[in-house]
């Protein structure tokens, strides 16, 4: 049975910290799911962890389907939440509510992400009108990184801080079952998840939301081309996978492998009969 809307909401009641992390395959999903997150998200960052673009921007439906199809795959419990993609539901809601279907009906998701505040509303609630839950998402939002000048933090000034709380509002009114807020200082994180009845989950936002969402490629430490302040790397698998990959290759050119342990036979009295 997969972890639902209302209990995602009675963590926050109850004052029980929220784990989520990104996964993008079945075998990570699998391992996830089986150490108990309750949420998953197939989230747009894919394109540069997984596919080596330079921002999320690059990141087609049909990609983010793909991978959310995988992740299904190798889940049982976890609520799985499809990262909706650049441009597939900013320019009408009939767009948004068509793309929002399709990561139900093709990809299997329990659960869309938008990004943005009041100028998505609408949208949203549309949305969750047709019975589909939705994440919401502000603070630093990758898809803007052009407009926001890059990965800075979002709301340290009082017209900014007072944006994103009516942001927040905005979207718990409209019907978002939780908002993801990035990048934000802790302090306003804290203030708008007091100030709001629905989860807060924090990416670089302090410890004060109710929960934490964090690239699984960057607390596994296999992606190298950066390590964002907000991450802690709990293990460093690019080092394991390097070095298994060299002594690999070693053992391949010095006949050391494979072995008879991996390898199979036949019986001689076959192999005599084709000499």
């Known amino acids: 049975m997969r972890i639902t809307i209302s209990q995602i909401k009675q963590m926050k009641q109850k004052g029980e910290k929220i784990t989520m992390l990104t996964a993008y395959d079945y075998t990570t999903a699998r391992i996830v799911d089986a150490a108990g997150i309750p949420l998953i998200l197939v989230g747009d960052s894919l394109g540069m962890v997984v596919l080596g673009y330079e921002s999320t921007i690059p990141v087609t439906m049909e990609e983010m389907l793909h991978h959310t ?6 889940t049982k419990q976890a609520m799985i939440v499809g990262d909706m993609p650049f441009m597939t539901y900013h320019v009408n809601t009939d767009d948004a509510l068509r793309n929002a279907a399709r990561f139900f009906q093709e990809g299997g998701a329990q659960a869309v992400k938008l990004e943005g505040g009041v100028n998505v509303a ?16 502000i603070g630093l939002t990758p898809q803007s990184i052009y407009q926001l000048s890059g ?9 900014t801080a007072r944006k994103l709380l009516k942001d927040a509002q905005a979207l718990e009114e409209a019907g978002a079952f939780a908002i993801v807020l990035e990048t934000v200082p802790s302090q306003l994180a804290s203030l708008i998840t007091q100030k709001i009845t629905v989860p807060t989950i924090g990416i670089g936002a302090g410890a004060g939301c109710d929960g ?9 430490g296999s992606f190298t081309d950066f390590v964002p302040k907000h991450a802690k790397q709990y293990a460093k ?3 394991i996978i390097r070095d298994a990959v060299t002594e690999y290759d070693k053992e391949v050119k010095s006949g050391n492998f494979p072995t008879d342990k991996q390898s199979s036979s036949i019986d001689e009295d076959i192999l005599s009969e084709l000499e």
Do not use: S
């Open 237 to 239: 698998l690019a080092d």
């Open 122 to 137: 609408d949208k949203v609630r549309k949305i969750v009108e047709c019975g589909i839950p939705v994440m919401g998402h």
């Open 69 to 74: 199809r995988a992740v299904v795959r190798g």
């Open 212 to 220: 934490q969402v964090q690239v699984i490629n960057d607390i596994l």
């Open 151 to 159: 990965f800075k933090v979002q709301g340290k000034t009082p017209e």
